[in-house]
Structure formats: structure tokens, C-alpha cells
């Protein structure tokens, strides 16, 4: 999902690079608050951890391979703020260590992995395991939040590349939000299954919910909704609104439009246009069914990870005799 | 594992090593951003930024084998998304432009982090007043970056070692205690290094 130079153009990148500037300035600036001294290396052992982690290949079906994200691991276990220092870190090392990510798109791939993908997906785990107690809920919330965050980056990312004129957003859409569907099931299966072993093993290396967001988890979450609702809305609302297709109106509204003048003529634009509209009530059913399917998968994952006579309670775990 | 698979020639020797770092950071940066707005109608004239990217790279001493090599191994994310691109109107024209752009804006990258040592870099962005919290974090990511690599790698190694046949069910699970134990040791080690920390002033 790392977007390279050359895709986006100068109004997305500086757009995405003020508002990635934004996120890690409150990050660090909540962790320069809230964070203990002795945490603090752990920050940078943590990104060393994610790429790591990420070097470790596993087979996907159809010969390909993928590998973790791990921006909500990373948001779990040491809570939102710190996981957008980690994140980012590990974007630019990427950025100016092996050209993986551009310089120019360093603020959009941080906006979409550490802000959408892993705020986003801290968000979900914060609510869902509100809702389901106990180390099954955590695992419950984990797998279903790293699937979340996995699409919800892809859908800012397919934005960014739509709203830069690169590739129309009928087509980005559905190939990025349908590759990372899948991916996101594999990043939530192992997501699930690090933590229940951490919890077994290790459970004092994970943080409770309730102590990272601190008295005021709602005032964070409002902090970071306001940022990641202003990208989206800057970048995906325009194609999600009820014009025909949203590029189109964009570019007619801010006078561009000349500038895409088409050298080879489409064939069959009304076709496209047309189908659209029906297209998207189909894609938003799909996606509403999808996500409730992949909650219900979560929920058998979590079950048979954590089964019903389990101890409740994680950080303190019945003593074994 | 060799050390040093990411930058390897970032610390040898050259005309273009020797330059100041935040001289490079900002000629990379004009670089890109020239590429970036370079109009389409000039495609050909790109020739003249590549011509100097390409006296830089022989200027560096870089064997080309290896840039080569890297521009492949970063070249297909680029191709997939320009692929995507065909199916707009015009789309042969665009896709052309994005490859040649993202090419370029590659190799200046790929130059970049290979003549330039991170700690340099990182001192460039320090003295452009960087939060303090970033930086250490991203020294400390440099440095241990290459030893948990490396551990992982062994704890793979060991794994195989010791098994035949992974079946595909357990390859998961498998896969998720190696990255939970490399969690667990990552934190310990953190541990170690904030008390190393400590004993040597840090604040």
C-alpha cells in the first residue's frame, strides 16, 4: 500500500503531508505528556519489531505471498499515539532507506497506515472490546480492527490515487478495497493469534485499553476523528457523493477539467456512468454483507482461541499450579 | 544475514559520498519535486533530469548491478498501479508518464539512502528542528533494526531446523509465536537499553 512518487499530484501530497504533520505532532506531543521515560525505547525497538515482523513472509493463496502490517498490533499493545510514532517511523526509514514509499507521498502513507490504519483501527478495538469482556472480546476486537484498519487505509489510499487524477475511482476502488479485503483476513487471523499468545505468555507487555487512552479517551479519539474525518472527507467523500462520478465533478468545479482533456476518446463513457450508479448500491450492499460476515468469522476465531471456561480477567491470570 | 541489506554502499567511499548530507537530502527533494511537475508535454525532455541522476549514480561509484537490482525489486508496485491507469481515457500516454516519473523519483531515492549514511540524515533533520521523541526513536529503529532482522531470521532457521513438513493450518500459528517472541524479546530488550540509557546520563 505504499504509494510511490509520481502518483500523487502537488494538491494531494501537500493535503495529505499537512495533515500526516498534524497526527504525529499531537502523537508526540501526547506521548511527550503521557508517556513514561522508560517506554520510550521501547518506541524505537517497536518499529525495529513491526519491520521486522514485516520481512517474515507467509503464503497467500495462489502462489503470492503477504506479510503483517501490524498497525494495530502495534496500536494494541502500546496504545494509539504511541503506534502513530511507531508507524511513521517505520514509513520513513522505509521512505529514505529503500525507496519503499515516496518522498512526496511519505505524508500520504503516513495518513492512510499510522493515522486511518492504525487511529482507525485502535478506534474499533477501543469500542468493540468495550462491548465484549474479557480476553475473548480482545481477541474479538483485534482480529475485526485489523481488518478494518487494513480496508480503511486501502479506501484512503484508492482515494488519494482517484482525487490525483491517476486512475479513475470506479476502477481503484473496488481493486484496492477487493485486494485488501482478503489481505485484512490474514493480517486479523495472526493479529488474533499474537495476542492470545502474549496474553498467555507475556499478558503485563499489553496495555489495558482503559490506561492508554488515559481519563479522556473520548478527547482523543475526538483529536484524531477530526484528522482522519478531514482526509476522508477531502479525498473520498467527493467520489461517494450522488454526482455520477466524483472526479468529474471535481475536476469540473475547481476549472481543471480542461486539463484532462482526453486525447484517446473512451470507449463507451456513458456505459460507465451509467452502470455506476447501480454499481454502487451493489458495492455498498457487498461491502455492509462483508463486514458483518468477517465479524461473524472474527467471532468463531476468537471463540475457538479463547473457549467459554476461559478466566475472564487477562492481566491477571489465574496462577497455574 | 548481512548487516547492511538495505543501504550497503551508503558508507563508502566518493565524490558524491563526500557531500554534505543535507545538501543531498535537499537536491533529492528539488529533484523529485521537478519530476513531479515536469509537464506531460515534455515527456522527452525528462531526458535532462535523468541524465543528471545518471552522472551522479556513475559519479558514486555505485556498481549499476545493484541499482539495477533495486529498481526492479520496487518497479512492480509501481507497474500495478500504472496498470490501472490504462483504463482511463488516454491512459497509454498516462501510464507512460507515471512510469518514467516514478523511475526516476526511484533512483534519485535509491542514490539517496545509498550515499548517504542514516546518521547524517538524521542530523539534517534534527537541525531542521525535528521533535527530539522522533529522532530518538528512529535512531533507535536504525540500530536494532538489523538485529531483530536478524533474530527473526534465526528463529525461522531454528523452526525449520526442526521440522519437516509445516502443514498449512499450522503455518499460521507458527508464524504468530515467531512475531510474538520477537515482541516479547524487542520489549526486553528496551528494557536493557533504558537502563544503558540511563547509566549514561540520558534524560
Not at chain 1, 40 to 57: H, I, K, R, T, Y
Request: net charge positive.
Amino acid at each position: 500500500m505504499h504509494i510511490p512518487d509520481g502518483f500523487l499530484d502537488a494538491k494531494t501530497a501537500v493535503a495529505t503531508g499537512a495533515l500526516a504533520a498534524a497526527g504525529l505532532g499531537i502523537a508526540l506531543r501526547q506521548a511527550r505528556r503521557h508517556l513514561p521515560a522508560r517506554r520510550v525505547p521501547l518506541l524505537g525497538l517497536s518499529a525495529a519489531f513491526v519491520f521486522a515482523a514485516q520481512m517474515l513472509n507467509f503464503p497467500v493463496a495462489g502462489g503470492t505471498s503477504g506479510h503483517l502490517i501490524g498497525a494495530v498490533l502495534t496500536a494494541v499493545l502500546l496504545g494509539p499515539s504511541a503506534a502513530v510514532i511507531v508507524i511513521s517511523a517505520v514509513l520513513i526509514v522505509q521512505c529514505l532507506m529503500f525507496a519503499d514509499g515516496g518522498l512526496s507521498a511519505l505524508g500520504a502513507n503516513i495518513f492512510n497506515m499510522a493515522l486511518v490504519g492504525g487511529v482507525g483501527g485502535w478506534a474499533v478495538y477501543y469500542l468493540v472490546s468495550r462491548a465484549f469482556k474479557g480476553l475473548f472480546g480482545r481477541v474479538l476486537a483485534a482480529a475485526f480492527a485489523s481488518w478494518c484498519s487494513t480496508v480503511m487505509a486501502s479506501v484512503a489510499c484508492a482515494g488519494e490515487l482517484a482525487a490525483s487524477g491517476v486512475v479513475r475511482w470506479s476502477v481503484v476502488l473496488p481493486t484496492m478495497a477487493g485486494v485488501h479485503m482478503l489481505i485484512g483476513l490474514g493480517e486479523g487471523l495472526i493479529t488474533a493469534l499474537v495476542l492470545t499468545g502474549l496474553s498467555r505468555t507475556r499478558p503485563e507487555l499489553i496495555l489495558e485499553p482503559a490506561q492508554v487512552a488515559g481519563a479522556r479517551p473520548y478527547g482523543l479519539v475526538a483529536v484524531y476523528g477530526v484528522l482522519v474525518a478531514l482526509g476522508l472527507a477531502l479525498f473520498v467523500s467527493p467520489f461517494a457523493s450522488q454526482s455520477p462520478d466524483g472526479l468529474d465533478k471535481t475536476a469540473e468545479e475547481l476549472g481543471f477539467d480542461a486539463k484532462a482533456r482526453v486525447t484517446v476518446p473512451a470507449p463507451m463513457p456513458e456505459y460507465t456512468i451509467q452502470r455506476f450508479s447501480g454499481a454502487r448500491v451493489g458495492t455498498s450492499i457487498a461491502g455492509a454483507v462483508g463486514t458483518i460476515a468477517v465479524f461473524g468469522l472474527c467471532w468463531g476465531l476468537a471463540r475457538a482461541l479463547v473457549p467459554k471456561g476461559q478466566p475472564k480477567d487477562v492481566a491477571a491470570p489465574a496462577p497455574r499450579q | 544475514m548481512q548487516p547492511d541489506f538495505l543501504d550497503r554502499h551508503s558508507r563508502s567511499d566518493s565524490v558524491i559520498h563526500r557531500l554534505p548530507a543535507a545538501g543531498k537530502l535537499a537536491a533529492a527533494l528539488a529533484l523529485v519535486v521537478v519530476v513531479l511537475l515536469w509537464p506531460a508535454r515534455y515527456l522527452p525532455l525528462m531526458a535532462v533530469p535523468a541524465g543528471l541522476l545518471l552522472l551522479a549514480a556513475g559519479l558514486s561509484r555505485i556498481p549499476p548491478s545493484f541499482l539495477l537490482r533495486r529498481l526492479l525489486l520496487l518497479e512492480p508496485l509501481v507497474l500495478g498501479v500504472a496498470l490501472l491507469a490504462v483504463f482511463q481515457p488516454g491512459g497509454w500516454r498516462l501510464m507512460l508518464l507515471l512510469v518514467v516519473r516514478c523511475t526516476l523519483c526511484l533512483l534519485t531515492m535509491i542514490l539517496l539512502s545509498n550515499t548517504t549514511p542514516f546518521a547524517d540524515l538524521l542530523r539534517v533533520l534534527k537541525a531542521l528542528r525535528v521533535p527530539g521523541l522522533l529522532i530518538t526513536t528512529l535512531m533507535l529503529m536504525y540500530r536494532y533494526l538489523f538485529v531483530l532482522a536478524d533474530e527473526a531470521q534465526r528463529m525461522r532457521r531454528a523452526r525449520m531446523s526442526r521440522t519437516f513438513v509445516v502443514k498449512r493450518g499450522r503455518q499460521w500459528k507458527v508464524l504468530a509465536t515467531v512475531v510474538s517472541q520477537l515482541f516479547v524479546r524487542a520489549s526486553e530488550r528496551a528494557e536493557r537499553v533504558y537502563s544503558a540509557m540511563c547509566a549514561r546520563g540520558w534524560q
